[in-house]
Structure formats: structure tokens, C-alpha cells
DNA sequence: TATCTCGCAA
DNA sequence: ACCCATGCGAGATA
């Protein structure tokens, strides 16, 4: 879908800045004059040229550098040496150009962003450890089970996780630092779930660590063949393997595509290097194993992952699997693999075998194509999931676009559609909620669903993987065989800890993109976020505090009229800067009565399709349509690639929305916004964007027709909230249909006092989340107007 | 084919 | 460290 996005969303070559400049301020801020004005000046942030520079000059064994910013050093030191654990450890002597901080107790580690080996640092740390959180001049990770299983699962031995550590680290490695990462990564790797013949084996060279298994309570019963000898069979052998649409993946002969712009690192050499050793080394001459009931799976793999500590590694030789049908597909010459794709591409298949897991890419940097590549490589059948009907039918546009597949050889498995699949190999994309459904099912869905469950598949793509850990859509993984299960999102966030879950659910992260790198070279947009306090009028305010329920507070607090001021203002603000905006409220009373009074358009959940079609349609091609209004629709899988402005009036979630450069979200001030925005903050920080807190809006005064500027329209409005409130909840609940009509009229004066304050001065931020493609529109049409005959034709 | 009910996710 | 609401997929019904 790269190539789908529009202008600013970089179709590749051009690493240039889209935005012109200029774009880099919001809204033109007001004095910095309140007490929130952060104290820590950016200045001495350094610059990326400087830094560039800096970083090639840097050597482990030459530390000439000095640390650019000593009052910085000066404080992590005395936090870190106040600290009774870390006090005892000794400073190197050159410690100041070295980034890393390391807490052993906790596996916790702090990196100086400022450190001219920031970005090495930050290179490998992604590797083998969890991202905790990124502020302006530290960014956190920790250290766990989980991130050394995924470091050595992606090539990485104990030696060179201790030494680089060594390498970057202000203080000698502590022992029990180095002890945790040897006994973790020892006893990695060493037991595998193997799929075949439609049966689950765990599989070892070392028989003794599977006589161990079979003594655990959890693994022991799942065992299925009560014979007490264990399977020995021959390993079988590797060897060389090309990764279609790259240059030389597994570096062996021949190849069809050529790929010029390469940015291979050499991080990323050494780390093929490292693939490659391992891979010749562990090729042993003989492997044991045993059978387990594949109705146990998910038990077993928790219990190895999480209580015995011995993840099992799941990897797909399927270049000597002769017993699955091959399917014939690859890459059309078109399709180009940018250079991070074919990193992500080279950690899944960096030993010739297909290992499963996951990889993490900011949305509209690639990943449909990293999937549509990972099955040419297989070339066997493949089960792609996703979370919506809409989504389905683009992963297989996709499909049809960018590989050569047999239009016969691809089918959608929706509750709209069930199309047919011949019995050889094939590729089947359909929803999770299809195949998870436990309820009865319809009788030709029935029929997929056996078919579906009867074959041995070669790879599952699991998109938006973040979804899995759900307890329904879990099931997926023990519903369904296959031998190799890849995972896609953009984020791996939850408001829940079950993300962790996917560690065996699917497997270690294999790769997560450098989402700051991506949009300096122009591969994803870049973001501006900010978040606008707005103080509560004194009568909305009296209300508010009054109101019994949350939802008669939180109905207030977004139609608080200084908010809605805001609104009017951003939106004036960035139409008259040439901007499309668009406007999200997970509140639909709310969200109507902005629309109608702004008279901008807007569609929720109950809007038509064929309406929702005319506004989207509108909105892309119109130029006098420069905003709309959006509910949460689209929550999965809507992009609109032309909107360069977005502005969340409420929502309770923080939500991921890419967009080209300007976020901001609307919080009245002392309500329970300011509680979930805290929660908001963090989770942008953890995305890696940066935000601002506006707390004035200059100008807003100006705007010409601003509503609610006299008392007498507030009390209007809020007499209708407070109406709103009481029938059923919050308003427009109950039953879809009655919706409130929005007040009419629009008044005019004063303004509002705030002051600008910045949050977070650091970086840049990015922005990325994850929408497959941006013919939203055009799919759903096509999905509506005709399931059957519109598929055919078009395709 | 259109519309309803239901369950689920975050 | 909200809770709910909202939206959607799927099946059933006419």
C-alpha cells in the first residue's frame, strides 16, 4: 500500500521534507509567559547535522568526544549515584560519551538522547530490549525474558548482547546484569514446535531437555503418543534463500528484482552476518521429539514461555516441506521493497527457514507489502487475517497488485462473501471475527471453515497483530495449523498487559522499524502534536460539578463552549493555511452538534454508506470541502492521505490516527479529561511522538464569527446539553435515529485566556499509525454495490 | 436485498 | 489508572 499514499505520505525515492516550512509550528503560539513554561531549553539538543557527523566520528575504542552537554551528565549522575544499588558501581573514566545507564535490579536501562552514540545505542537497544518510554533527553528500556528471547531469536548471541552493552554502557557491566542475560539466552532456541502432517511436535537436539518437559504438569499431559520413546528423525538441511523483490537477501545466486535504493547499515550487515553463522552451527545431525495435543498448544507454549522460561521457537523449513502443495506466486518486477522492509523480511527469514513473530511498522510504510512478500517467499498456502471485511478485500487487491497470484488462488472469507478455493494451494484473507466465531454458522460458512481447518497452511499473516491477545480473536492460533504465523501492526500498545501474550501467541518481535529515522528519509509523515487546554465556562463549570454521572460530565465537558471556540479557531486557522481538517468525536451527540452549528459535514456510525461515500468523496476531491467531522468509524482501516490536520474533540482513548502534520486534542481544563490525558501523553511519548500543551490561542479573539461569545448563547447550549444528558445517557445512545437537532444561531465575543506552555520541548515526533490502504472509499463501494459481481469485474 | 439482533473490542 | 459508548462483523429474519 505504499504506494497508494498520497504526495505526503512518500512514495519512496524522495527524502526531502513534503512539508513545506513553516509547517513545523502549529498554530502560531502565544507568549510563553504562564509558570508552566518548561525550563529546560532545547538548545542544546544537538543538531542532526552535527550529530551525523558526531556519530561517525564515534568510536567505542576512541572516546575524543566530549559530551555536548555536561549540565546533563551532571544530573543523570547524581540521580543515578544517589540510587544505594548503582552506587557502588564505578564510573568509567570516559563515561561522558557514553549513553547508558544501567540499573541491574530491574533490567532497567537509560539512554542519553544526547550522546553521540545515541543512535547506535538506540539501534541495538531496540534489539534486546523494551521500549519504556522516550522523553526529551532519556529515553528508557527494560531488559526482560521476553525482549533477550526475541534478540537471540533474531540472531543475536549472549556474547554480542554483553559486549555491546559493555561498549555503551558509563559503568562496568554488573555481574548479575551479565548473569541474568547468560542463563536467559543459554537455554533459548533449544526446543521448537514443529508442525506437520497436520500434527504439533515440540522438537530438541537435546532429548534430556524434553524428558525434562514431559515432566511438567502443563507440557507432560498435552503429550498425545503415550509411547515413552521419543521421535528421532534426521534435521534437516539449509540452504541458500532469496527473498523476492530484494537485492540478495540470503546472499546466494540468481534474482529477478533488482532494488537500488539500499541503506544497509551496518548494524544490519553484521547482524545477516550473525544470522548466517548461527544458521551454519546449529544445523545439527539428528533432533528428538515428541507429539502434543494441538488442542494444548496455547497452554504449552504459555507454560514453556512463561513458567519454564524456555520459549519455544517456531520456524518453517519450508523450502523441504514436499508435502504441502507449493503455491505459485511471487513478486511482479513493479513492486519495490525499501530497504527497512527487506530488514524486517531478513530477520523472518535470515536462516533460510520462515521463523514466526512479529514486525512492527509505522503505518503507511509497507506492511501489506511486507506480507504479500513474506508469502513469495514461502510459496506455499497462506492464511491472511484482518480485522475487518473492508480490510480484507484490500489485502487481496493488494495481493492481485503486487504479486503474480492466480486470481483463482485468492479468496475472501467474510460473512458477505465466501468464495471458493481449489483444493492445490492458495491464499484465503477474511476477517478474524469469521474465523473465531463460535456461534452457529451459517451453513456455506460452515464449509470454509472446515476447509479452512483441515489444511496445513504455510504462513499466517496476522494483520493489526496488536488484536490477538483479545480473548476471541486468540483462538485463532490453535483454530487454525500453520507452520509459520507473521504479525503486522503498527503499534504494540494495549491499555491491557496481555500484549505480552503475543510472545507465544505468534512469537518475538523480530523487527520494529526506527520510526524517527523512517520519517527524516521521508518514508512516513512527520507529526506535530499538541494538546490545547481549554478552561470550562463558570456555567458549564457549575454544571459539571453538579452532574452525578460520568456521562453527564464528560457531555459537558467536550460541549464546552471554550472548547468548541477552539475548535472553530484550528479549523479557521489551518483552512485559511490551505489545510484539510479533519475533526474526530467519539461522542455523537457531540460530534452532531459541532458539525451542524460549523456546518461542516460529518458521518458516524449510523450514516449510510452511500452518504459516508459522498462526504469522504467530497473531502478528497473538493476543494471547498476542507473539513469534516468523524465519529469513531473507520477506527480500524480508514486513511485519508489528503488530511494534513486533525483535531480530537473527545475521545477517551489515545488514538493512534497518522496523519501528515498537525494533531492536536482538545481538553477542558479541570475535568476528567485532564485524568485521561495523562494517559494520552504517554502514549504518544511511547509512539515517539512529541506534543505541546497550548494553553492559549492567540487569535482565537479574531475569529470571525465565533460562536458563543456572549452568555446568552452558552446558557442556550447549555440548557440543551443538560437535556441531552438526561434522556437516555448521554444523548444520542438509545436508539439510532432520534438524534438531537442542533441549535441554531451563532454569537459573538470575547475570548479566552491561556498560555502557551511546552510539554515536552524534545525532538521531533513522529507520527505513524497504522491504516492499510487509502482507497477507503472506493472499497467500500465496491463492497456494497456488489460482493460478488463489482469483485469480478475489477478485478 | 434490507434490516434487525447479538456479541465483542478497547 | 476510568467506564461507557460506539461501531462493526456475523447471522437471522422477511
Not at 555481574?175 to 532456541?189: R, V
Not at 522460561?309 to 502443495?325: V, W
Not at 486533525?646 to 485532564?674: C, P, R
Not at 502514549?683 to 482565537?700: A, C, E, N, P, R
Request: glycine content about 6%.
Amino acid at each position: 500500500m505504499p504506494p497508494k499514499r498520497k504526495a505526503a505520505a512518500a512514495t519512496g525515492s524522495r527524502p526531502s521534507k513534503r512539508v513545506a516550512s513553516g509547517v513545523n509550528t502549529p498554530v502560531s503560539m502565544g507568549s510563553s509567559d504562564d509558570e508552566y513554561m518548561s525550563d529546560d531549553p532545547d538548545d542544546y539538543t544537538p543538531q542532526n547535522d552535527d550529530y551525523e557527523e558526531t556519530v561517525k566520528k564515534f568510536q567505542p575504542s576512541s572516546y575524543r568526544s566530549k559530551n555536548p552537554r555536561p549540565q546533563e551528565s551532571d544530573q543523570a549522575t547524581r540521580l543515578f549515584r544517589s540510587d544505594k544499588e548503582l552506587s557502588s558501581l564505578e564510573l568509567k573514566p570516559d563515561h561522558a560519551v557514553r549513553p547508558l545507564w544501567l540499573d541491574p535490579e530491574k533490567g532497567r536501562i537509560v539512554v542519553e538522547t544526547f550522546s553521540p552514540s545515541f543512535k547506535q545505542a538506540q539501534n541495538f537497544l531496540i534489539n534486546i530490549a523494551e521500549p519504556q518510554s522516550r522523553t526529551t533527553n532519556v529515553h528508557e528500556y527494560t531488559i526482560t525474558g521476553h525482549s533477550l528471547f526475541a534478540a537471540v531469536s533474531v540472531g543475536l548471541t549472549t556474547d554480542d548482547i554483553i559486549r555491546q552493552l559493555e561498549v555503551f554502557s558509563k559503568t562496568k557491566l554488573p555481574d548479575s546484569l551479565k548473569e541474568f542475560i547468560f542463563t536467559s539466552t543459554q537455554s533459548y532456541g533449544k526446543i521448537r514446535l514443529v508442525l506437520k502432517h497436520n500434527r504439533y511436535y515440540i522438537e530438541s537436539q537435546d532429548a534430556s531437555v524434553l524428558q525434562m518437559l514431559l515432566r511438567d504438569p502443563v507440557v507432560g499431559p498435552a503429550r498425545i503418543h503415550e509411547t515413552d520413546e521419543l521421535i528421532q528423525e534426521k534435521a534437516p538441511q539449509l540452504g541458500g534463500l532469496v527473498i523476492p523483490g530484494t537485492k540478495d537477501a540470503a546472499g546466494d545466486d540468481d534474482d529477478d528484482d533488482e532494488d537500488e535504493d539500499d541503506k544497509k547499515d551496518e548494524a544490519e550487515q553484521d547482524m545477516t552476518a550473525y544470522l548466517r553463522d548461527e544458521d551454519d552451527d546449529d544445523e545439527g545431525d539428528e533432533v528428538h521429539s515428541f507429539e502434543i495435543d494441538g488442542e494444548k498448544i496455547q497452554a504449552v507454549q504459555q507454560q514453556c514461555n512463561v513458567t519454564l522460561g524456555l520459549p519455544l521457537t517456531n520456524e518453517y523449513d519450508f523450502r523441504n516441506d514436499d508435502i504441502n502443495a507449493n503455491l505459485d506466486i511471487d513478486l511482479r518486477p513493479m513492486a519495490q521493497i525499501r530497504y527497512y522492509q527487506e530488514h524486517a523480511l531478513s530477520k523472518m527469514f535470515g536462516n533460510g527457514r520462515a521463523r514466526s513473530g512479529i514486525i512492527v511498522l509505522p503505518c503507511g510504510a509497507g506492511k501489506t507489502l511486507v506480507g504479500i512478500t513474506a508469502a513469495c517467499t514461502v510459496k506455499k498456502s497462506a492464511i491472511v487475517l484482518c480485522t475487518s471485511a473492508m480490510s480484507a478485500y484490500q489485502w487481496k487487491n493488494e495481493f492481485l497488485k503486487w504479486s503474480n497470484i492466480n486470481p483463482d488462488d485468492i479468496a475472501i472469507f467474510t460473512s458477505g462473501e465466501k468464495e471458493k478455493l481449489n483444493q492445490r494451494a492458495g491464499i484465503i484473507v477474511c476477517t478474524y471475527s469469521m474465523v473465531t466465531q463460535n456461534t452457529r454458522r451459517a451453513h456455506d460458512s460452515q464449509q470454509v471453515m472446515d476447509f479452512i481447518q483441515n489444511r496445513e497452511w504455510g504462513l499466517m499473516v496476522l494483520d493489526e497483530v496488536h488484536v490477538v491477545p483479545a480473548e476471541m480473536f486468540r483462538r485463532v492460533t490453535s483454530k487454525i495449523r500453520s507452520h509459520s504465523k507473521l504479525g503486522l501492526t503498527a503499534t504494540l500498545l494495549r491499555e491491557d498487559d496481555k500484549i505480552k501474550d503475543l510472545n507465544f501467541l505468534i512469537g518475538p518481535k523480530l523487527y520494529e522499524a526506527n520510526w524517527l529515522q523512517l520519517s527524516e528519509e521521508g518514508h512516513i509523515a512527520r507529526v506535530q502534536c499538541a494538546e490545547v487546554w481549554c478552561p470550562m465556562t463558570t456555567e458549564f463549570y457549575g454544571e459539571y460539578l453538579k452532574a452525578r454521572t460520568t456521562n453527564k460530565r464528560s457531555l459537558l465537558s467536550t460541549m464546552n463552549p471554550r472548547k468548541f471556540q477552539a475548535c472553530q479557531f484550528l479549523i479557521d486557522y489551518h483552512e485559511k493555511r490551505g489545510d484539510k481538517i479533519i475533526v474526530f468525536s467519539d461522542n455523537v451527540y457531540a460530534l452532531e452538534k459541532y458539525a451542524k452549528r460549523l456546518k461542516k459535514p460529518y458521518i458516524y456510525g449510523d450514516t449510510p454508506q452511500r452518504e459516508r461515500e459522498m462526504v469522504l468523496q467530497n473531502f478528497q476531491q473538493n476543494e471547498s470541502v476542507r473539513t469534516i467531522f468523524l465519529s469513531k468509524i473507520g477506527d480500524t482501516s480508514l486513511d485519508l492521505p489528503e488530511a494534513t490536520c486533525l483535531i480530537q474533540v473527545s475521545s477517551h482513548y489515545g488514538n493512534d490516527e497518522g496523519f501528515n502534520a498537525f494533531f492536536y486534542s482538545l481538553v477542558s481544563k479541570d475535568t476528567n479529561e485532564m485524568y485521561y490525558s495523562s494517559k494520552r501523553q504517554a502514549f504518544l511519548v511511547d509512539q515517539g511522538y512529541s506534543f505541546k500543551v497550548i494553553t492559549h490561542l492567540t487569535g482565537i479573539d479574531k475569529v470571525e464569527g465565533l460562536h458563543f461569545r456572549d452568555t446568552s448563547s452558552r446558557m442556550e447550549l447549555l440548557e440543551d446539553v443538560l437535556m441531552a444528558g438526561e434522556e437516555s445517557g448521554s444523548g444520542p445512545k438509545g436508539k439510532p435515529g432520534v438524534r438531537r437537532t442542533a441549535g441554531a444561531l451563532s454569537e459573538y465575543a470575547g475570548g479566552k485566556d491561556m498560555a502557551y506552555i511546552e510539554y515536552n520541548k524534545s525532538r521531533n515526533k513522529e507520527l505513524k499509525k497504522n491504516k492499510p490502504t487509502s482507497k477507503f472509499f472506493k472499497d467500500i463501494q465496491r463492497t456494497n454495490e456488489k460482493r460478488k459481481a463489482a469483485a469480478k469485474a475489477d478485478m
